[in-house]
Each structure stands twice: as structure tokens, then as C-alpha cells.
């Protein structure tokens, strides 16, 4: 029989000593395989990192990151949607026919898709309502500047014994043919448009690009080739 005490590990690799029971022995080996604390043993290095903090760093990581992606996309869909491409109408390019449809002092051409006045000034027309010596092709904006009434072209109206004039039909302010105010409330002449044409004589009116009404408005037309003299 052995004195020593139960639950305390005989030496490791030896046998059991004779009169030992086998619980007593697994009971040792138990013993010296727990560890109550590892944070206990010398050099242990023991993780600091909250595993909820970490989940809760994903999340949010996450959600703001989905947020931009879906702002991003709405944005850029946004911007899709308003940028003008091939504007067709006003505020674009309008074509206009051909130079050779233009005769020299005819009355002007109405382009209501375009919102514009289409003539070829001619610079003998001297009368008070004539071109003021302007010569070529003029586009005026049809819209008056006074209250934005659309202005037509009525060749019939008399004003100071002349005929042929634009005139608005709201408060009677009075143009002549090459946009020049002479009358009423307007704070100045009818804007003007620029006018391109190609090697085929073909003309586009650039809706987009006008230039306020002035006192040099018979000097905006352009001469053409193929324009009729
Ligand atoms: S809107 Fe043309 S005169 Fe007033």
C-alpha cells in the first residue's frame, strides 16, 4: 500500500504503483491537463479585440458604404437626364432651308418650332421701317423683350405712313424689319440669333446662342454664298 495522498499526480510516465486504483491515476492526468487561466501562464499573449466592436465596425462600414454607392448612382442618373443632348428645336440648332430660298428684301419667314424671324435684308430698303442698310440674313427672336409676347411680322400695319412692320400685340412695342425698336414699352431691339451656313447652302439657326437687341442689329445679318443678290 502507498501513503500518498489521493488526487495528487504520481510522477508522469510511470506506472501506476501496485495497490493504486485506475481512477485515482486518470484523476492525476485530468489535474495536470486543466488550465483554469491561461492569461495566468508567463508569455501569454491574450487577444484584446471585442468581437462586437468588430461586427459593429462592419455594419456601419456597410451601410454608408451601400449609402454613397446608391447616392452615387442617383446622382450620375440625375446628371444623365439633364445633360442636352442633339437638341432638336428651340434652344438647338434649327435648320432653315436653303440661302437660294431667301430673296433679297422678301418678307421675313416664320420658324415657330425655332421661335425665330428668318429675312434677307436688303440694304436699299430705306424706308423707316427697311433694314437700316443691313444686308444679308438676319434671325430675330420672335420673343418681345418687353414681357416675352411673341412678336409676328405684319406687313400690312401701318405706322407713320409706312407698311411693314413687327409689332407686339400686347403693348404695341414697334420694330423694323431688321429688329430695330421705334415704339412702345421694349427696352430694346429684338435679340438676335446666330446663323450658320454649310458649303451646300444649307442655313441652321443656333437657337441657343442669341445676342441681346441693340441699335447694331442690321449690322448682325451675314452675306452667303448662293444668298440671291
Ligand atoms: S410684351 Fe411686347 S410690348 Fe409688352
Not at 443632348?85 to 440661302?99: I, L
Not at 427672336?141 to 411680322?153: E, I, N, Q, Y
Not at 414697334?174 to 425698336?181: L, S, V
Request: with cysteine; aromatic share 8%.
Amino acid at each position: 500500500m502507498t501513503n500518498a495522498p489521493r488526487n495528487v499526480p504520481p510522477d508522469m510516465g510511470a506506472s501506476p504503483a501496485a495497490g493504486e486504483s485506475g481512477d485515482v491515476w486518470r484523476e492525476a492526468l485530468a489535474a495536470r491537463r486543466t488550465v483554469a487561466d491561461v492569461s495566468t501562464l508567463p508569455g501569454a499573449q491574450v487577444s484584446k479585440r471585442d468581437p462586437d466592436a468588430s461586427r459593429r465596425t462592419f455594419i456601419r462600414a456597410s451601410f454608408f458604404g451601400g449609402f454613397a454607392v446608391s447616392l452615387l448612382g442617383s446622382v450620375g442618373m440625375l446628371v444623365d437626364f439633364l445633360y442636352p443632348r442633339n437638341v432638336r428645336g428651340f434652344g438647338g440648332a434649327v435648320p432653315a432651308g436653303k440661302v437660294s430660298e431667301y430673296q433679297k428684301g422678301g418678307e421675313p419667314k416664320h420658324y415657330a418650332d425655332g421661335q425665330f424671324w428668318l429675312a434677307n435684308l436688303d440694304p436699299a430698303e430705306s424706308r423707316n421701317g427697311g433694314t437700316g442698310g443691313g444686308a444679308g440674313l438676319i434671325a430675330l427672336w420672335h420673343k418681345c423683350p418687353h414681357l416675352g409676347c411673341t412678336v409676328p411680322w405684319r406687313k400690312e400695319f401701318d405706322y407713320e405712313g409706312d407698311k411693314g412692320w413687327y409689332r407686339c400685340p400686347c403693348h404695341g412695342s414697334t420694330y423694323t424689319k431688321a429688329g430695330i425698336r421705334v415704339f412702345g414699352p421694349a427696352p430694346r431691339s429684338m435679340d438676335t440669333m446666330k446663323i450658320e451656313v454649310d458649303g451646300s447652302g444649307n442655313v441652321v439657326v443656333q437657337t441657343g446662342t442669341r445676342t441681346p437687341g441693340g441699335p447694331d442689329n442690321p449690322q448682325r445679318a451675314i452675306k452667303a454664298p448662293g444668298l440671291p443678290a
